[in-house]
């Protein structure tokens, strides 16, 4: 059974930059496809970009000039920067693994979440 | 257009049967996933590749296609069915992902 847990610090401010990271247990991060997903309190989800195990990478387009992800095989473990953050950015932010089968695309497992205020 | 559009809220009376829908031009292309999320929770994968079932997840839910509409089918709603609903795709041009609005579901 594959499990996630994101960390990361607890508050961001303003125009700095936010990062996360994604622990993987259960599982290699070499052997599947990550993403990063947020939540605005009370808002939909969006997706923020996955990771393949190909190195190949895929970004929000609203998102792809501020993103990037990583990953570091010896912690197992993937992450996320989204730098020059607003209030905008204040969401939950899920790590998940993608599967992909074909043309369907699906996230199986998912980490709790983890809420970054961006706030002075 | 690469947005997929979901109805804001559906109700349904207890034990009755509920269809929500998805709709974008990607749906014709590429296989929708239903993630049912509860208040203060990660989501939780319901239907992938259209309707397929992850193991544990009851099968009063079910999935279907039609044209440029993908719908999630829950049959004899439970009380605990109650949740936030949302669909998931590739966009049109197949360069990256997008979750659909999401569909407050309420069970009377």
């Known amino acids: 059974q594959v499990q996630l847990q994101e960390s990361g610090p607890g508050l961001v401010k303003p125009s700095e930059t936010l990062s996360l990271a994604c622990s993987v247990s259960?599982?290699?991060?070499?052997?599947?496809?990550w993403s990063w997903i947020r939540q605005p309190p009370g808002k939909r989800l969006e997706w923020i970009g996955s990771l393949f195990n190909t190195g190949k990478i895929e970004y929000s387009p609203s998102l792809k000039s501020r993103v990037s992800m990583s990953q570091d095989t010896s912690k197992n473990q993937f992450f996320l920067r989204l730098k020059s953050v607003t209030a905008a950015d204040t969401a939950i932010y899920f790590c998940?693994?993608?599967?992909?089968?074909?043309?369907?695309?699906?996230?199986?497992?998912w980490g709790q979440g983890t809420l970054v205020p961006v706030s002075s | 257009s690469s947005d997929l559009t979901q109805d804001p809220g559906v109700s349904v009376a207890l034990g009755q049967t509920v269809r929500i829908t998805c709709q974008g031009d990607s749906i014709r292309n590429w296989h929708a996933s239903w993630y049912q999320q509860k208040p203060g929770q990660a989501p939780v994968l319901v239907i992938f590749?259209?309707?397929n079932r992850p193991s544990g997840i009851p099968d009063r839910f079910s999935g279907s296609n039609s044209g440029n509409t993908t719908s999630l089918t829950i049959t004899w709603a439970q009380a605990e069915d109650e949740a936030d609903y949302y669909c998931m795709s590739r966009d049109s041009s197949g360069s990256h992902l997008l979750f659909g609005g999401g569909t407050k579901l309420t069970v009377l």
């Open positions: 590749g259209t309707n």
């Open positions: 998940a693994r993608l599967a992909r089968v074909g043309s369907w695309y699906y996230f199986d497992f």
């Open positions: 259960g599982g290699s991060v070499t052997s599947y496809h």
